[in-house]
T-cell receptor, first 111, second 116 residues
């Protein structure tokens, strides 16, 4: 059965304290892995798409990496405005472009 | 680019009435639109997938007669919650994508539905 597991469930960081969020997946025929950011009461905001193992993408303080079993979202020197829930999702072959979401990691960055 | 809007952003209705939520892709043509619902502190649950001009495909356990989806054009999809009950109260979010290949979905801001 297709599964996406994110850890930790919640993470509290001090401003400037770098860390990583994990997304492990079990899916037959990965077509793409997606990272989104969601603020309370809002829809998810697209961050990155990764297609194959070894791929990396960066945007400001965020860097996403992908292996054959998991993806990491690295946050370098976070700021309080990075506080949000980060969602990981996968799309698989034969999945009609549907996304399978993980439960998310709630990140709180304190000054 | 890739902006998706939803209307209304919040709605309160009485039990037994119907509510329509609109989802629009503002700067691209959406070949596929998706409807999700999200409960507090939970992840997104896919309700249905709709392609322009076709009937929606509903996920297992989602009542298609209760949640009516219409994808009338390449920029508009609507979700109608019929005969709403308090248990239908939730955060409803739509997303849209273009093309047939692998690609990201862009999400609307969501609609908070409260049924009293």
């Amino acid at each position: 059965e297709d599964q996406v597991t994110q850890s930790p469930e919640a993470l509290r960081l001090q401003e400037g304290e770098s860390s990583s969020l994990n997304c492990s997946y079990t899916v037959s025929g990965l077509r793409g892995l997606f990272w989104y950011r969601q603020d309370p009461g809002k829809g998810p905001e697209f961050l990155f798409t990764l297609y194959s193992a070894g791929e990396e993408k960066e945007k400001e303080r965020l860097k996403a990496t992908l292996t054959k079993k998991e993806s990491f979202l690295h946050i370098t020197a976070p700021k309080p405005e990075d506080s949000a829930t980060y969602l990981c999702a996968v799309s698989r072959s034969g999945g009609y472009n549907k996304l399978i979401f993980g439960a998310g990691t709630r990140l709180a960055v304190h000054p | 680019g890739a902006v998706v809007s939803q209307h209304p952003s919040w709605v309160i209705c009485k039990s037994g009435t119907s509510v329509k939520i609109e989802c629009r892709s503002l700067d691209f043509q959406a070949t596929t639109m998706f409807w999700y619902r999200q409960f507090p502190k939970q992840s997104l649950m896919l309700m249905a997938t709709s392609n322009e001009g076709s009937k929606a495909t509903y996920e297992q356990g989602v009542e298609k007669d209760k949640f009516l989806i219409n994808h009338a054009s390449l920029t508009l999809s609507t979700l109608t919650v019929t005969s709403a009950h308090p248990e239908d109260s939730s955060f409803y979010i739509c997303s849209a994508r273009w093309g047939q290949g692998v690609g990201e979905q862009y999400f609307g801001p969501g609609t908070r539905l409260t049924v009293t």
